[in-house]
């Protein structure tokens, strides 16, 4: 039985499936899985009915029954990052997975994922248990359609489009006119990228960068699936299959109104601050850092927002609403909605955290990328001076 059940998922793996993210939200919380077992039942139906099979130690199988409600959202091709989180692949559990994607309410009240090639809202009509998995059937109550796009295909146990499309290639070679794909960390991408992509257009003129952003563990998935040939990235939390290049170190510090007498001070302890209202950064690894200064102190922070643009940190402690904690210090003192900052050092010089540039090991190395990663370290070199 165990071979035939190894040559049966042998075979399945060779179906192509789309890959679906199935979310559901109500009296048992918020919860989501990454599911290829996804078709169609009827559409001649009073309404159409669909399927998907959920295993039963999935944690969103209990929710999607006592909920009662989901949702099937079709990813495009470029949203095998939302796929991945909801499979679980970084670590992330329970609501804190829908951080990787923007969601609104289906009228059954379960969560549709913005973006998707579809979505299919559902109320759960039927459970049936085969094996380890749930069959459930939903009634589709609403429909969301993309204007385009392409769906995120699995197949052969990889990630795959619904067109043959050629791999990223380095410039330089065959059928590549010159062109880089950098991949950045949202937080510092307008601290440091154009004073470096000028000075990249200034000495490789005839190579094209562009230019992709996200969070520090989206910048390392489109890196560690050859969608960018580098990674601005924090140097923490990287896949094995990833080599960095530490290109500079910063160190933390506090941010506050400018009325704020603490800014006036030459340094300010952070235990100090532990009962104040924190403005946190919450991006995955800014937050963990943040936290993580408060942990080797044995404080606790006190969190009164959490926005996920450094932009909105800065303008809501210029209004007074808190202090923040951080270590990309932009040229200016003035937030974006027109509010006077002053920046103070920390006391005691806390963990740094340094900035890296990622490659894949197993990258093709080419004249440009070799040029483009030493321009990289020599920008960060000079600019640290």
């Given at each position: ?6 040559e049966f ?6 179906v ?15 919860a ?25 130690q ?6 999607i ?5 989901f949702?099937v959202?079709?990813?495009r091709?470029?949203?095998?990052f ?13 609501e804190?997975?829908?951080d990787?994607a923007e969601?609104?309410d ?7 994922l ?6 299919f ?5 039927e ?6 998995h ?6 589709v ?7 385009q796009?392409r769906?995120?295909i ?15 290639k ?11 794909c ?8 307008p601290?440091?990228?154009p ?13 094209q960068?562009?230019?992709?952003e996200?969070?520090?563990?989206q ?15 924090y140097?923490r939390?990287?896949?094995g ?8 170190t910063?160190y933390p510090?506090a ?7 603490r800014?006036?001070e030459a340094?300010v302890?952070?235990?100090?601050l532990?009962?104040?209202?924190l403005?946190l950064?919450d ?14 102190l044995?404080?606790?922070?006190n ?6 643009s450094?932009?909105l940190?800065?303008?809501l402690?210029?209004?007074?609403l808190?202090y923040a ?5 932009p ?23 340094s ?6 090991t ?8 070799r040029?483009?990663?030493d321009y ?10």
């Open positions: 039985m165990s071979d035939l059940r190894q998922l042998d075979g399945m793996s060779c192509a499936a789309t890959v679906n993210v199935v979310a559901t939200d109500g009296p048992a919380g918020r989501g899985v990454t599911v290829s077992a996804m078709s169609s039942v009827s559409a001649d139906t009073e309404k159409p009915v669909l399927l998907v099979c959920v295993n039963d999935s944690a969103g199988a209990a929710p029954i006592e909920n009662g409600v949702t959202n079709i990813l091709d470029d949203q095998s939302v796929s991945d989180t909801f499979a679980g692949r970084y670590g992330d559990k329970g804190a997975k829908f990787c969601w609104a289906g009228v059954t009240g379960a969560p549709v913005r973006g998707a090639l579809a979505s809202d559902c109320r759960l009509i459970d049936r248990v085969v094996g380890q749930h069959v459930f059937f939903g009634e109550q609403q429909v969301a359609l993309a204007v796009g769906a995120l699995y197949a052969n146990r990889s990630y795959s489009t619904a067109l043959s499309l050629p791999p990223l380095g410039p330089g070679e065959s059928g590549d006119s010159g062109r880089i950098l991949a950045c960390l949202s937080s510092f991408a601290f440091h990228l004073a470096l992509l000028l000075r990249l257009r200034q000495e490789m003129p005839g190579v960068v562009d230019v992709l996200g969070d520090q563990s910048v390392a998935h489109l890196v560690e699936t050859g969608e960018a040939h580098f990674g601005l990235l140097d939390e990287l896949p299959i990833l080599e960095k290049e530490v290109l500079t910063q510090y941010l506050f109104a400018a009325d704020d007498p800014g006036q340094e302890a952070l235990a100090d532990a009962n104040d209202p403005v950064l991006q995955p690894l800014s937050r963990d850092y943040i936290g993580g200064l408060f942990e080797e044995g404080k606790a922070p969190i009164a927002m959490r926005p996920s450094i932009e940190v800065r303008s402690v210029g209004q007074g808190g904690i951080l270590v990309t210090r040229a200016g003192d003035v937030s974006y909605d027109g509010s006077n900052l002053v920046a103070c050092p920390l006391a005691g010089q806390p963990s740094p955290i900035i890296a540039l990622v490659r894949r197993s990258g093709t190395e080419t004249q440009s990328t040029a483009f990663s990289c370290t020599r920008h960060f070199a000079e600019a640290a001076k």
